[in-house]
């Protein structure tokens, strides 16, 4: 099978000597490894490899004349990641008033709706931040935003937390005064803090490349 990295053809024996997906996938990860990046893009005969077969190469049993992978260099893909989270997260105010003005006029499903949206977006970032950390082994309790020197990732986990919970009560409980309260106070003051930290996150992933 022909492995393609980046464009250039991959010449190395474990590539060359590759039959099936899972050795193609392999050589061409261990390539990218050794110059610093990381595969983003796999594509097999031109069409683009579905995320099952990724998670589990050796399950693939199709055969493939080309394998194409496309690299990135992981500083560089999660400096941008954060950043588009923090722009995200600081998009959200609008979204955590519309919840809570749904709750005022007793719309409690478009309330719903809407705080699926919200959460899917915090799920999002916390997967991210877990992706990040884990890919560039960062260390976030160095992490401090100007002028705001008790802003650390560690507070404001233990207080999301504990506003999660209340949001999670809340709806169990069908409490809708104190869910408006969660989303709109709570969650919306949340969201500006953690935008501010992830953004200073980024500066120091950029910082250290």
Known sequence: MRVVLDGTPLTDHASTAATTFAQALGA????????G??????????????PEHLSDPSSVTATYAELVLRTADPRA???????DAGDALGQLAPLHAAVADALATGDTPRAMDQLREVLS??????????????????????????????????AKATQFV?????????????????????????LDAAAGDWAALIRALAKDVDSRR
């Open 121 to 154: 977006t915090w799920q999002a970032v916390q997967d991210l931040l877990e992706h990040a950390r884990a890919l560039l082994s960062l260390d976030l309790t160095h992490i401090r935003v100007p002028d705001r020197p008790d802003l650390t990732f560690d």
């Open 77 to 83: 893909l999660v400096r941008e990641s954060l950043n």
């Open 162 to 186: 504990a506003t999660s919970r209340a949001i999670r009560d809340a709806v169990q409980s069908q409490d809708w005064s104190a869910l408006s309260d969660a989303v709109a106070y709570d």
């Open 28 to 35: 061409g990860a261990t390539a990218a490894q050794a110059g």
């Open 37 to 50: 990046r990381i595969i983003i893009e796999v594509k097999a005969d031109g069409q683009p490899v579905p």
